[in-house]
């Protein structure tokens, strides 16, 4: 969509178009590495969010620079399409990264102390609670 974008001249509703349908486009994607960081790591999910979007806002502040640099305070059509074939670049690296090394496995480094079992179930906690009521009644019924 961003090389439409690039090529789209100055035509402004097929502009305004094309930047909408690639927003969706980017909406529809991101939302798989937003969960993810709850895949790799449920007990430290908002720990990893954070310091995801940490570097996401530093880029932030860094784009607006790489741009008026790329333009260089003449606004052309040749000097936009380099703006956008360099957003194009890194958002196919990144997908090339993201695709390559991301995971769904729980991280070895989320447990709390090698204890936390992520496969345990509510059920299963429940069953547990009562095996262990079971024992202290039956502990104090033979001791009284």
């Not at 430290?44 to 008026?68: C, E, H, N, Y």
């Not at 260089?72 to 990264?97: K, S």
Request: aromatic residues 12%; proline residues 2%.
């Amino acid at each position: 969509m961003l090389l439409w974008l690039a090529y789209s001249g100055c035509h402004s509703v097929l502009a305004v178009s094309l930047m909408c349908v690639a927003l969706f486009c980017n909406g529809a994607v991101t939302i798989s590495t937003l969960t993810n960081h709850t895949d790799i790591t449920p007990n430290f999910a908002g720990t990893t969010f954070g310091i995801d979007q940490t570097l996401t806002s530093i880029l932030s502040f860094i784009v607006p620079v790489v741009v008026g640099v790329l333009i260089d305070g003449q606004q052309t059509l040749g000097n936009w399409r380099n703006a956008f074939w360099t957003c194009v670049a890194m958002y196919t690296l990144t997908t090339i990264f993201y695709l390559f090394f991301a995971s769904i496995s729980v991280q070895p480094w989320n447990s709390l102390r090698g204890t936390w079992d992520v496969t345990t179930t509510h059920q299963d906690s429940v069953e547990k609670f009562n095996d262990n009521e079971d024992e202290t009644n039956t502990l104090q019924t033979s001791v009284g």
